[in-house]
């Protein structure tokens, strides 16, 4: 089993940062794919950004150039840097993890995932 936590979500005004964190325990994260989702009220979770076991990223259409996924296994974290946030990122923000140590085409499918945290609130003012 994995526990995953997350932290650091918050209230930003338009064009600023924020930088959420996924904290991992009851099992190393080497060898986990993970993503970040988010939910918006009165829409479907969707995949914002993942990261393979390996490093490589991937992101949606909407966040590329703002937001950088970034994991340390040393401290079996996940990191989401978001910049220039948007009123449009206002969404609870999703930590997920499956345990698949090479590539995917699934990454984006909310359905892979076996593991979730409980979320952060993110919102961002106009």
């Known amino acids: 089993q994995v526990q995953l936590v997350e932290s650091g979500g918050g209230l930003v005004q338009t064009g600023g940062s924020l930088r959420l964190s996924c904290a991992a325990s009851g099992r190393t994260l080497n060898g986990y794919a993970m993503g970040w989702f988010r939910q918006a009220p009165g829409k479907e979770r969707e995949l914002v950004a993942a990261i393979t076991s390996g490093g490589s990223t991937n992101y949606a259409d909407s966040v590329k150039g703002r937001f950088t996924i970034s994991r340390d296994n040393a401290k079996n974290t996940v990191y989401l840097q978001m910049n220039s946030l948007k009123p449009e990122d206002t969404a609870v923000y999703y930590c997920?993890?499956?345990?698949?140590?090479?590539?995917?085409?699934?990454?984006?499918?909310?359905?892979?995932?076996?593991?979730w945290g409980q979320g952060t609130q993110v919102s961002v003012s106009s």
């Open positions: 997920a993890a499956r345990f698949h140590p090479g590539a995917s085409n699934n990454y984006y499918l909310e359905s892979w995932y076996t593991y």
